[in-house]
């Protein structure tokens, strides 16, 4: 959940520097507009979606959770946009070009405005890449900005950025949440304020926001993609127990779900009136056991092994998901060009692990989200077979995650399902560095920092594949994270909700769906 | 949680005196069973609770060979949930009524013997954890010390040693104005040995009653924390997280939900009719 | 009436203190620091000091307690960790959620309760009565959660009648707030109709055992119209004086009601603090809850007082 953490975008990161050596043509080309699919939708009607966790913050400069996500994404948009074959699209920016290796200059979309009223121009842009960038901004995503020297709006409607030195990844960033656009005229207003009363250009506006009930978003009538949305209003609600949150679906209290959890796959794909469907593979999706590496006795490596061996995948996957996914041995899904064929399969061993553990007792707190107590439980068991008692401390996703950041435990049972860059860096750089963004074990190794941050400057596709395949075996030596499986890129609605596609990062885009009938 | 130990729920007016009815020995006959099945569950278990035995299959339904009521979702014996959780739900009811009881008749023992302001203290503070309901005082309390078997027995304890309090307290007093109390006092005998001897024998009857309405009340208590996941901690089973685990397959495969359930219900409907009976016999 | 009140509310006094108190020290004497706990073991020794002072930590407790409790007279209820919400905000938005459920189901219970006692007294161990019994019992003897759990089964799931979740506000909605709100109420009321029902009726026949009662009888009054006339008031005051404590466990039940139907009150707040370790909210929802309490107990007593003044006496004089 972690990496419940959104970002676009494609495999074309490279584009940036492609583009370069190509002597800067048009790099998504002003072609169509990304609404051209023919307004076959039905105007009207309220859709209401239901969320494993309230978000945190509206602010889309902080990190703010799976469910988080799914709600700024519909107040916001990005520079630009990556489509399901992971080519980036225009998005705010119409079009780009690349006249070298350290610079991108950026065409912006003409007549679009704030939901405030303010003009989106290159003024705004500035204004928030510069906010992000602020050292003093706290914001998530400053690492991913860090490469950029500077941000200037040459005309009302063009932005050039130049960077420090070449980064593969620059556009991919661009098309997620760093690149989602605020007002710069409510942000200055109520810095404070600005994540419970988020002003955007997206489709929706938010009308009520109450946390841990349910925040209300209604239709932009002045949306810059003619004919959208559909809806007139959504509403978001946060129903912590997964149980409770899929009867709500099933009996139509919600009309679509973020996630369906592992145990309750079954009862859905079952359901009359519902419909179930799998996306396409994720560009990261693990779920996963994080070990702190600062709370003995997993500052030992060989518990942490030990740990990772006695988990039987096979099992979690098979029995408690239904078959919606496949064992994990990397935190990166297979689908990616950064995953490493040659790691072999983690072998569930519970006898291998009590040798390695060498005749200790180890007594262990892991701590779960609602979303996993099943796959937990079967966890448990297997520790308990290897000489590991643990006890199951279950807490919200919000608590969770901020354990997870503040190192407040031993282990847990967490997940990242899609909401990452296309581009590999997003997921290793984020779970590996020392600084990443999805790292809640704090550690690295002085190599696996280096390859990261190379792989970060290399343009050649090959090269970059070649580096992060060394991360992840230095990372399983390493065992910080053991992964448990790769879950189905899932989500479940109602039949009468029409254009849902599951995109490759599992953010909802809810500008193109519409309810049938009444 | 309804009218948790302060309400009379048989209250007294029946055909009064005499032995107990029928129903009322079926309920006796009820309640012995699953008391024996408490007792003697871990015994008749085929498998450990919470053994998970995927090779057999998950979700199986009653009859399966091996498992005679089932399996759950993880592939562990319903039969050996079942027989476990009743041992664990009522232990957790006993246990607290138990402690419950003699907190009771601490506090209201003292307040009834002693008077004067040592009675105005205890009673107020009995008065102010009244003050809380059942549930939120225990959710405070599992929040104070994490959720864990014992802390739902301390927590439902405490819901409960108010009414006991009061009970004791008023029965002392009443046993304290009689002749022969009053005699003894007058040679000299001290306030413990005239609370053991002379106030204790007298006031079990009326005790026992409110016990057995207490009991009632723990067991949907424990239910229900268990079930919110403030109770007993999984894989432990309990009646009431065998409830919360298995709403979520409910339908594919009810027996998680039904089974407990209707041990919740003959459990509590049997005491009630029989601590009626109980009442009635004794015309408390 | 109002020396009565007063006298009531003089009582009511050290019991809040004493509530408040234990509620307190239960969240705030535990072992390890809560700076520590709200920040992770990645905060440093600073960060920690000054969450510590922002918290006020380094106080003595009951210094802490004290201006706790004032904030709680003055309406402050603190604010939450993570949100920085103020308490109070939730707590305006969740208790008229929490109350309307409450009040709901006690009405529910009274007016399903004494029709029924009605019926099974006209012939006490008649066959009606031998089946409002039976039905008493079992919707007592089933949690209310089960039920709650059950009619969503049927009205929402199986028939797709009535939400299974959600909270429409009456103010904007009415029938809607009705269909929101008619399983969560109907399964905490039927466990009350039981304990009612019996009370009730344990009321009307000792009412009809009276001697007046019998003469009236033998003068050839009918017993339906004896029943309505003179028994109904005795078993109003009984129910009522059961109803107050009744009031006290809705109010406790709409913890386990509002997470199974997800509606926004306080009981669902104090889950979701819960979960989300927000202790401080914890304390000040808890807090509502007993003044929730005390305020329905001293409405009950007033009730009973109106009806029966002779009880006046007996409750000022005997409250322990």
Same mark, same amino acid.
């Given at each position: 959940m972690i990496g419940r953490i959104r970002w676009v975008a494609a495999i074309a990161a490279v584009v940036l520097v492609a583009g370069a050596c190509g /002597? %800067? %043509?048009? *790099? *998504? /080309? $002003? #072609? =169509?507009?990304? =609404? $051209? #699919? %023919? $307004?076959?939708g039905q105007r009207g009607g309220e859709l209401v979606v239901g969320l494993d966790s309230d978000a945190t913050t509206l602010d889309p400069a902080v990190d703010s959770g799976y469910a988080g996500t799914q709600i700024t994404a519909q107040i916001f948009d990005t520079l630009l946009t990556v489509g399901d074959d992971g080519q980036i699209q225009p998005g705010l920016a119409e079009s780009w070009e690349q006249p070298d290796a350290t610079t991108l200059v950026l065409h912006l979309r003409e007549g679009v405005t704030f939901h405030d009223g303010t003009p989106f121009d290159a003024d705004a842009v500035v204004y928030n890449l510069d906010r992000i960038r602020d050292p003093n901004s706290g914001s998530t995503w400053q690492g991913d900005l860090a490469p950029i020297d500077s941000v200037t709006a040459t005309d009302p409607l063009t932005v050039e950025i130049t960077l420090q030195r070449p980064y593969a990844p620059l556009l991919a960033v661009l098309a997620d949440q760093p690149g989602m656009m605020i007002s710069p005229t409510a942000h200055r207003a109520d810095p404070e304020g600005f994540g419970d009363a988020p002003v955007g250009t997206g489709p929706f506006v938010l009308e009520e926001r109450i946390p841990d009930e349910r925040t209300t978003l209604v239709r932009n009538e002045d949306y810059w993609q003619e004919g959208l949305p559909y809806l007139d209003r959504v509403v978001f609600r946060p129903i912590p127990d997964p149980t409770t949150k899929i009867t709500d679906l099933l009996s139509g209290a919600v009309d679509i779900v973020d996630y369906v959890p592992p145990q309750l796959i079954e009862r859905v794909r079952q359901a009359p009136g519902v419909v179930y469907d799998v996306g396409p593979e994720n560009y990261a999706a693990a779920v996963y056991v994080p070990m702190n590496p600062d709370a003995p006795p997993l500052d030992d490596p060989d518990v942490r092994r030990a740990i990772s061996m006695a988990i039987d995948r096979r099992t979690i996957v098979d029995q408690v998901a239904f078959g919606a996914g496949v064992p994990a041995n990397q935190m990166i899904a297979p689908s990616s060009w950064a995953y490493n064929p040659d790691l072999p399969q983690i072998a569930y061993d519970p006898e291998g692990a009590r040798e390695l553990l060498g005749g200790r007792t180890i007594r262990l707190e892991m701590q779960v989200p609602p979303t996993y107590v099943q796959v937990a439980q079967v966890i448990q068991q297997n520790l308990a077979a290897a000489g590991i008692e643990a006890t199951i401390e279950r807490m919200d996703w919000g608590t969770l995650i901020d354990n997870y950041y503040a190192k407040n435990y031993q282990i847990q049972v967490q997940d990242i399902l899609g909401l990452t860059r296309s581009d590999p860096d997003g997921v290793l750089y984020g779970f590996f560095a020392k600084d990443g963004s999805l790292n809640g074990t704090g550690y690295t190794t002085p190599e696996i920092q280096r390859l990261l941050e190379q792989a970060r400057t290399e343009t050649d596709q090959a090269t970059r594949a070649g580096l992060y395949h060394r991360v992840l075996e230095l990372a399983d030596a390493e065992a910080l994270y053991a992964p448990v499986y790769h879950p189905a890129n899932n989500r479940a609605w109602t039949e009468d909700l029409q254009g849902v596609e599951i995109k490759p990062d599992s953010v909802m885009d809810l500008a193109t769906v519409w309810l049938q009938g009444g | 949680m309804a009218g948790l130990a302060e309400v009379p729920v048989g209250a007294a007016v029946r055909s009064s005196g005499g032995a107990l009815r029928t129903v009322e020995w079926l309920a006796a006959g009820a309640f012995g069973l699953i008391v024996l099945l408490a007792i003697l569950g871990p015994l008749l278990a085929p498998y450990p609770p919470e053994e998970q035995r995927f090779a057999d299959g998950v979700l199986l339904g009653p009859g399966s060979p091996g498992h005679l009521l089932g399996t759950d979702q993880l592939a562990r014996d319903l039969l050996s949930r079942l027989l476990v959780g009743t041992r664990v739900s009522l232990g957790v009811a006993l246990a607290a009524v138990v402690l419950g009881l003699g907190l009771g008749l601490l506090i209201g023992g003292i307040a009834g013997m002693r008077g004067g302001w040592v009675d105005a203290v205890l009673m107020r503070a009995m008065d102010a954890l009244l003050a809380f309901p059942a549930l939120v005082l225990a959710l405070v309390i599992a929040a104070a010390l994490g959720p864990s078997l014992r802390t739902t027995v301390l927590a439902i304890s405490i819901v409960m040693a108010p009414g006991f309090a009061r009970l004791v307290r008023s029965l002392t007093l009443r046993e304290r104005a009689r002749d022969y109390v009053a005699a003894a006092r007058a040679s000299g005998a001290s306030a413990g040995r005239i609370a053991r001897v002379h106030i204790l024998p007298n006031i079990w009857a009326p005790l026992g009653a409110q016990a057995a309405l207490a009991f009632g009340h723990a067991i949907p208590a424990e239910a229900a924390l268990s079930f919110l996941g403030l109770g007993v901690q999984l894989p432990d089973p309990s009646w009431g997280n065998m409830i919360s685990e298995g709403y979520a397959y409910l339908s594919l495969s009810p027996w998680g939900v039904v089974l407990p359930s209707i041990m919740i219900v003959c459990t509590v409907a049997s005491i009630s009719i029989l601590a009626d009976g109980v009442r009635r016999a004794l015309e408390v | 009436m109002t020396r009565y009140v007063l006298r009531r509310l003089a009582q009511m006094l050290p019991v809040f203190l004493l509530a408040s108190l234990a509620l307190f020290l239960a969240l705030n004497l535990l072992p390890g620091d809560p700076a520590r706990r709200l920040l992770g073991n990645r905060a440093s020794p600073e960060q920690v000091a000054v969450v510590r002072d922002r918290l006020g930590l380094d106080e003595p407790v009951m210094t802490r307690y004290a201006s706790w409790l004032a904030g709680v007279v003055r309406g402050d209820l603190g604010a939450s960790f993570g949100s920085a919400t103020p308490v109070r905000e939730m707590v305006a938005r969740a208790l008229p959620v929490t109350l309307l459920l409450a009040s709901a189901a006690l009405v529910v219970a009274l007016v399903l309760a004494i029709p029924a006692a009605l019926v099974s007294v006209t012939r006490p161990g008649g066959l009606v009565d031998g089946l409002l019994t039976v039905v008493s019992v079992v919707s007592t003897s089933v949690p209310t959660f089960v039920w709650g759990l059950s009619f969503i089964l049927v009205f929402a799931l199986a028939l797709r009648v009535l939400p299974s979740s959600g909270y429409v506000s009456p103010v904007a909605d009415p029938l809607g707030a009705a269909r929101s709100l008619a399983l969560p109420v109907l399964a905490m009321a039927l466990p009350s109709v039981g304990v009612m029902a019996r009370v009730a009726r344990a009321a009307m026949l000792e009412t009809m055992q009276e001697p007046a009662m019998q003469f009236a009888r033998a003068k050839g009054l009918s017993p339906s119209r004896l029943l309505l006339v003179h028994a109904l008031k005795p078993a109003s005051v009984a129910v009522v004086s059961v109803a107050g404590v009744e009031f006290a466990y809705l109010l406790g039940d709409t913890v386990v009601v509002e997470w199974v139907f997800s509606l926004p009150g306080l009981g669902k707040l104090l889950i979701d603090s819960f979960l989300q370790r927000e202790y401080f909210v914890i304390q000040g929802v808890a807090v509502v809850f007993t003044i929730a309490v005390l305020f329905s107990s001293l409405a009950t007593d007033l009730v009973n007082a109106s009806i029966d003044p002779r009880l006046q006496e007996r409750l000022v004089g005997g409250a322990g």
């Open positions: /002597g %800067g %043509g048009e *790099g *998504g /080309g $002003a #072609t =169509t507009s990304p =609404t $051209a #699919t %023919g $307004a076959v | - | -």
